[in-house]
């Protein structure tokens, strides 16, 4: 379970947990000839096995078989099995301090003047700077004031609940004070180079002429799978049904599929597959690339408009009564734009604001909490799909219970960019067991879910995870 503690105010999770019970377990054969296969530009898949694995996501990583066989190979040779087992890479959740410490916040604090920030006047900010000194005038524009005034509203609610969940963590030990965990030897994370650019393939595969007569297809993977062309998993809704994970190929680099997951490699222009799939999901969570400053300073990552979020067919793709959870930074435009024009122009009403606290792993905020720049939580709105005539229910029978408002999801964040935390476990008392979820604007797979998006495989790359040591 990814849920450490539960309590009126939320949820302590496990991020690390969640992705390492998936368990990545391959099962190879191994030529005992020093043969090498020649390189190929075809899509492989291989299964993977499924075992258990502790919560700390500690195991035997490459296990020989205890009741291995020796099947021929094809010069009439014997292949030798073994088991190669992948755990996500902790150091990834290893956040033993605040991005921010507290005390460089205070000296902020001290140099600003002692005026009311809601009045919107002229601030002197005395800013230190390869020590020297120099004072800017600044003027807080409207946004600025409503994301203090809604910071103010919210701010013990962050606080009181935070800390009953902190408290029980570090109780528990799952959190834990610094001085207690010292990683003497702590080496600078060096992250895996993604040289397969998979928004530069969605845009690629768009000028492909063969790809309009598949957007009708879905491929299935099963186990008795060797490879497909590359070409095949664009534009296309790709299953594995299988009970066993399977490792794809793609442009040269490696990517963990789960069990019982299915994915589409497309961008927002190229989403008629997902139409075409013809399912409709109870539970649909949207990560939009919400545009911002920093990001439109910054060539790394693309953004879309209000009016292209807009577009997306969500009436389309929801069953009735639909869950709807939509990521939100805490930008006022983008929470007034969500509230007031996105939810009613697909149907649907918000039934509540929850907020994912970012927190260390001794239960420090990553942020200040009262820091004016970065603050050390998200939100979440989440609301139903209103059917304008009377459908059936799926599963009518299933009695869920109602939303409740203003809850916290309390966890230590992932260090990649945009790796959100698992929603799974806190919403299954509100939707309906064995429903459909689609993930849109995915960069991750989960067993269970559809996930679509032109990074629909980025955090499934074999890089971010580690095989702990091996034998045959």
């Known amino acids: 379970?990814?849920?450490?503690?539960?309590?009126?105010?939320?949820?302590?999770?496990?991020?690390?947990?969640?992705?390492?019970?998936?368990?990545?377990?391959l099962h190879q054969h191994h030529e005992p000839c020093c043969r090498k296969k020649e390189f190929t530009t075809s899509v492989h898949f291989e299964s993977l096995q499924m075992d258990s694995v502790s919560s700390s996501g500690v195991c035997a990583a490459f296990i020989a078989s205890d009741s291995s066989t020796k099947p021929e190979n094809d010069d009439g040779g014997n292949y030798e099995m073994f088991t190669r087992k992948f755990v996500f890479r902790p150091e990834l959740f290893d956040v033993t301090k605040p991005y921010i410490t507290p005390a460089v916040h205070k000296e902020c604090q001290q140099s600003n003047e002692k005026e009311d920030l809601m009045n919107g006047v002229k601030k002197e900010i005395s800013i230190s700077i390869i020590g020297k000194k120099r004072k800017r005038c600044v003027v807080f524009n409207q946004g600025e004031l409503d994301a203090m005034?809604?910071?103010?509203?919210?701010?013990?609610?962050?606080?009181?609940g935070s800390l009953q969940l902190i408290q029980e963590g570090l109780k528990s030990g799952f959190l834990y004070p610094l001085f207690e965990k010292q990683d003497k030897g702590s080496k600078p994370i060096t992250l895996p180079l993604d040289t397969c650019n998979l928004s530069e393939l969605c845009e690629m595969a768009k000028h492909l002429p063969s790809l309009n007569e598949m957007e009708h297809q879905t491929l299935q993977l099963v186990e008795e799978d060797t490879s497909?062309?590359?070409?095949?998993?664009?534009?296309?809704?790709?299953?594995?049904?299988?009970?066993?994970?399977?490792?794809?190929?793609?442009?040269?680099q490696k990517y963990l599929l789960p069990p019982k997951s299915s994915f589409l490699l497309s961008d927002i222009s190229c989403m008629q597959p997902l139409l075409n799939y013809r399912k409709t999901f109870d539970v649909i969570v949207i990560d939009p690339p919400w545009q911002n400053k920093s990001v439109?300073?910054?060539?790394?990552?693309?953004?879309?408009?209000?009016?292209?979020?807009?577009q997306i067919p969500i009436p389309k793709l929801a069953a009735p009564n639909c869950l709807l959870v939509t990521w939100v930074t805490n930008r006022q435009k983008h929470?007034?734009?969500?509230?007031e024009e996105l939810y009613p122009s697909w149907s649907v009403e918000v039934v509540a604001e929850w907020h994912w606290v970012k927190i260390t792993n001794s239960g420090e905020f990553v942020f200040p909490l009262d820091s004016p720049h970065k603050k050390p939580y998200e939100g979440l709105?989440?609301?139903?799909?209103?059917?304008?005539?009377?459908l059936p229910l799926r599963n009518?029978?299933?009695?869920?219970?109602?939303?409740?408002?203003?809850?916290?999801?309390?966890?230590?964040?992932?260090?990649?960019?945009?790796?959100?935390?698992?929603?799974a476990e806190v919403l299954k008392d509100y939707i309906k067991p064995d429903g459909e979820y689609l993930e849109l604007f995915a960069r991750n797979l989960q067993p269970g879910w559809t996930s679509w998006g032109n990074e629909v495989l980025k955090f499934q790359h074999v890089d971010y995870f580690i095989a702990l040591e091996s034998g045959s």
């Open 335 to 339: 929470l007034r734009f969500i509230k």
């Open 396 to 423: 009518a029978d299933v009695n869920v219970l109602p939303i409740p408002d203003h809850k916290l999801i309390v966890s230590v964040p992932c260090t990649l960019h945009s790796h959100k935390p698992p929603l």
């Open 381 to 390: 709105i989440l609301g139903r799909v209103q059917e304008k005539t009377a």
């Open 1 to 25: 379970m990814s849920v450490v503690h539960q309590l009126s105010a939320g949820w302590l999770l496990d991020h690390l947990s969640f992705i390492n019970k998936i368990n990545y377990q």
């Open 149 to 160: 005034e809604y910071h103010t509203k919210i701010r013990e609610l962050i606080l009181d």
């Open 296 to 310: 439109k300073r910054s060539n790394r990552y693309s953004y879309l408009s209000p009016l292209q979020i807009k």
């Open 228 to 252: 497909v062309t590359e070409q095949d998993l664009f534009l296309r809704v790709v299953e594995n049904n299988s009970s066993f994970t399977k490792v794809i190929t793609l442009m040269g």
